[in-house]
């Protein structure tokens, strides 16, 4: 649709304003209707990512050195957290990840387009970047989800390497949880540091990414929300992009990160329908204890939005002149949850 053009207004919700400027649909250059402004205006999307936690800031700086490139989304999400998985001191994502409560370590992840393509793995062992696999599966399989040995089996086929995830420090981790058998979720600390990260390209399309090792020493085969499209993850490129953190169970109750997505098509700004699906969780909980949840969202405006269940969460955020951050509205502060 040439001449069509709409202010991208960038927003951080909870920092104020961060960019404003004019600009075409993506791959547009239009002729400004401005009489203040004389003559062809080419003007160009802006890349943004944001992802959740402190970790997100690294994370984002792998996918902005191929947004900044002129590389797509896709490309930018699966490179930046690739980033995390392969950190092994990040004790929930990937190398290093808590194991199960038998000392293994699992992992789940999904990845999502601006085609609505997706893919996912879950309930994969020994495999470091399980959303390299999970891009696999999108792309090179007629399905959206693998899961276990199946899993496993693919990503050898693939060519990807069988590694050791449990390191040392995770396997004393688990070692003394044994001992002492007194786990419980602790908020903001353990459990909740899956890496979820959206991206906007400059042709204005949306991808999503998201992995984890789950809940630390949680049942064999437990898989939480986050490769599960919908719930842990969901774009519509038409629309914007959601992902969760947190207690996985909660989010899938809900469908967490689809509800964020179909609240703002329904004309939520990104925060309003974070703070939306927050209070659905909580309303449909009888007991909120250590159960924290946070969502992120980003929508085809180039908004931003974020909420959480309790204080504590944060997410960090990557634009051409921005790199941030910063603490996620919340429905609680931490300190009454009584922990
Ligand atoms: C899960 N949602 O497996 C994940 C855990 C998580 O930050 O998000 N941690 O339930």
């Given amino acids: 649709m040439k001449n069509r053009r709409e202010f991208l207004k960038l927003t951080a919700l909870t920092g104020g304003a961060l960019l404003t400027q004019s600009a075409c649909m993506p791959g547009e250059t239009e002729t400004s209707e401005d009489p203040g402004n004389q003559g062809n205006v080419s003007t160009a999307i802006q890349p943004i990512v944001i992802s959740t936690w402190n970790h997100g800031i690294e994370a984002n700086n792998a996918a902005w050195k191929v947004l900044s490139n002129g590389g797509n989304a896709l490309d930018a999400v699966e490179q930046g957290v690739r980033v995390t998985e392969s950190d092994p001191t990040n004790p929930s994502v990937g190398l290093g990840g808590a194991p199960d409560r038998e000392g293994k370590v699992t992992l789940d992840a999904c990845i999502m387009d601006h085609k609505n393509r997706c893919g996912a793995v879950a309930f994969l062992e020994h495999i470091e970047n399980p959303i390299s696999v999970a891009r696999k599966v999108m792309e090179e399989t007629e399905h959206v989800m693998l899961v276990g040995e199946g899993a496993f089996q693919f990503a050898l086929e693939k060519g990807f390497e069988k590694t050791n995830l449990l390191t040392e420090n995770s396997k004393k981790a688990w070692l003394n949880w044994l001992e002492t058998s007194k786990y ?156």
Avoid: W
């Fill in 184 to 339: 419980k979720p602790v908020i903001n600390i353990e459990n909740h540091d899956t890496i979820g990260l959206l991206a906007m390209d400059v042709e204005g399309n949306l991808s999503g990414a998201c992995t984890t090792s789950g809940m630390a020493y949680k049942l064999r085969g437990r898989v939480g929300d986050s490769p599960i499209i919908g719930a842990g993850l969901f774009v519509d490129n038409e629309v914007g992009a959601a992902c969760a953190t947190g207690v996985g169970e909660a989010v899938i109750r809900i469908a967490g990160s689809a509800i964020v997505v179909e609240l703002m098509r329904q004309g939520k700004s990104p925060q309003e329908a974070c703070k939306e699906a927050v209070d659905r969780i909580i309303k449909k909980h009888d007991n909120v204890d250590n159960l924290q949840v946070g969502f992120i969202a980003l929508n085809k405006q180039g908004e931003i939005g974020s909420y959480s269940v309790y204080s504590g969460f944060n997410f960090a955020l990557k634009t051409e002149n921005t790199e941030e951050l910063t603490d996620a509205p919340y429905f609680i502060k931490h300190e009454e949850s009584g922990d």
